[in-house]
């Protein structure tokens, strides 16, 4: 007899994307870990906030996260 797959979440995706109440995927931004004494604090701190990722991104991201949306 078969069992039928269980459908599970892809936690790599999982750790890095956020799924916003409508629906949004948010990402982080790149290049805050090191190096930052050469970056200006204005920059760095833009670095800390969160970005809506690109609608071609957002679609691969979905159908990595089944209980998400």
Do not use: C, E, W
């Amino acid at each position: 007899m078969r069992h039928a797959r269980a459908i599970k979440t892809r936690k790599a995706v999982a750790k890095r994307f956020k799924i916003t109440a409508t629906g949004k995927v948010m990402r982080t931004r790149a290049g805050k870990r090191h190096l930052l004494a050469s970056k200006s604090p204005k920059r760095r701190r833009n670095l800390g906030s969160s970005k809506v990722a690109d609608a071609t991104d957002a679609y691969r991201v979905t159908q990595n996260l089944p209980f998400s949306h």
